[in-house]
């Protein structure tokens, strides 16, 4: 996936802003968004549990080529028996829930994506790029945020493949302070609903590898 991209696409998403709305460190915020099937979920419902919030767009190269390797998935397999808790969040205005429940069924994602089309919940917690990864700890406190992994990391090729979200659930697992709390997300970026989006025509077209889509 590190080459997936290049030229001035690569550059747009290696400059993804690092900052966030909710540090990390402090609690995370409160939310209730349906998923794509309307079923409600408030992130107050799993405290108790460890809780990740992936933010993703399936008209993203990154997303796209993410889903193909099943980087996510593998995750969530490896340790939903542990009672860790998954959910995906779309921030994208023009995305439908339909059009999520088309792309669950077609990469047999399961768990739940939360529908967040004005951004709202999105803002919130400062969400940048898709994807872009939030750990919440068993007490809900925002433990990490940032990339799931270091593949555009230009230190890569020295240290080897990492992914953060494992090394950081893997230490909550042991009861250890996560080695990684904060690094700078790659992606697209999010499709927040611009200003009078109704009069900007019809939904944007897919993103495709080697294009370069705007914002």
């Given at each position: 996936m590190r080459y997936l991209l290049s030229g001035g696409l690569l550059v747009w998403m290696l400059l993804a802003s690092v900052g966030a709305a909710t540090p990390v460190g402090a609690p995370a915020p409160d939310f209730t968004l349906p998923d794509e099937h309307g079923t409600p979920h408030k992130l107050s419902q799993y405290r108790g549990r460890i809780v990740v919030l992936e933010w993703t767009n399936e008209r993203c190269p990154f997303v796209q080529e993410h889903y193909q390797n099943k980087t996510m998935i593998r995750l969530y397999e490896k340790y939903r028996s542990k009672g860790i808790v998954w959910l995906a969040v779309n921030s994208?205005?023009?995305?439908?829930?339909?059009?999520?429940?088309?792309?669950?069924?077609?990469?047999?994602?399961?768990?739940?994506?939360?529908?967040?089309?004005?951004?709202?919940?999105?803002?919130?917690?400062?969400?940048?790029?898709t994807p872009h990864m939030f750990v919440i700890d068993r007490d809900g406190t925002l433990v990490y945020q940032g990339a799931i992994d270091n593949a555009y990391d230009p230190d890569r090729d020295r240290v080897g493949p990492v992914n953060y979200v494992e090394q950081v659930l893997d230490a909550l697992l042991r009861g250890e302070r996560p080695p990684v709390q904060e690094t700078k997300p790659y992606g697209c970026t999010v499709k927040y609903k611009p200003a009078q989006a109704s009069r900007l025509g019809p939904r944007p077209r897919d993103f495709g590898p080697g294009s370069r889509p705007g914002g």
């Open positions: 994208s205005y023009f995305n439908t829930p339909a059009d999520t429940r088309r792309w669950a069924q077609k990469n047999g994602i399961p768990y739940p994506t939360l529908q967040d089309p004005d951004g709202a919940v999105g803002r919130l917690y400062g969400a940048r790029t």
